[in-house]
């Protein structure tokens, strides 16, 4: 049993990933699971935290101590971030967010013409809410966290969007077979604006989640 080091803090966590609707039926959207997330809130909620858990299309049940907020696309998920840090003590965004969303919203299906070739679907930007945590700062001494799943020069990618989000820590985690999405387990490289780097050996999603929590609750202090 862990020593309850998070007792009387509110950390706030995004889990799972944004749907962005093009009509009634279809969707722009990522393979997140959401089991990260949710292992970082059961965690936290573990260590004696009050925990709020916003999950974006997670099919999971939710876990028991926490208050969940379900949410679909990433502008909804930007409103529940916020006011939840609003008096939050760490914010973790390990949801994966659509970068962009459709620039429209057909009210019915829309529908194949045999005749012309398929239209392009426009988009427009959606707001960078681990950004916006990360300047705005709703609290003083409020410790913010982003994640990175990347494919490429994964630490080198994952140093430039640490600097770019403006957040404390960046959990790298390289896609591939067995850990990240959808997988039970994951490993990664924790950056910390500080210059730091906490590798996280293949594990699982709890043993990662755990060592998060050890960085923040260093950071509070
Ligand atoms: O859900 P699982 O199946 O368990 O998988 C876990 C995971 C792979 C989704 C998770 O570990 C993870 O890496 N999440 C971040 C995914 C990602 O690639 O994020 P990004 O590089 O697009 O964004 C970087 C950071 O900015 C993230 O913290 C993201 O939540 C945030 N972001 C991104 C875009 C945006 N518009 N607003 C944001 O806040």
Request: net charge neutral.
């Amino acid at each position: 049993v862990r020593e309850p080091d998070l007792a009387g803090r509110h950390v706030v966590v995004s889990a799972g990933g944004t749907r962005e609707p093009l009509d009634p039926v279809r969707f722009l959207g990522n393979r997140s699971s959401g089991k990260q997330g949710y292992a970082l809130a059961r965690t936290a909620a573990a260590r004696g935290a009050r925990v709020t858990l916003v999950a974006a299309n997670a099919s999971m049940p939710d876990p028991a101590g926490v208050d969940v907020v379900r949410v679909g696309t990433a502008v909804e998920l930007r409103e529940a971030m916020l006011r939840a840090a609003a008096d939050a003590d760490a914010v973790v965004m390990a949801a994966a967010v659509a970068d962009f969303r459709p620039a429209t919203y057909a009210t019915g299906k829309i529908k194949k013409k045999d005749d012309q070739d398929p239209a392009p679907i426009a988009l427009v930007r959606n707001p960078d809410i681990l950004a916006e945590i990360s300047t705005a700062r709703a609290r003083s001494g409020q410790v913010v966290v982003g994640f990175a799943a990347e494919t490429d020069d994964v630490l080198a990618n994952g140093r430039a969007k640490l600097k770019r989000k403006g957040c404390d820590l960046l959990v790298v985690n390289e896609v591939g077979e067995r850990k990240t999405f959808g997988s039970e387990e994951n490993e990664a490289v924790v950056l910390g604006a500080d210059g730091s780097e906490t590798p996280v050996a293949h594990g699982p999603k709890e043993a990662l989640a755990d060592t998060v929590w050890d960085l923040v609750a260093a950071r509070l202090e």
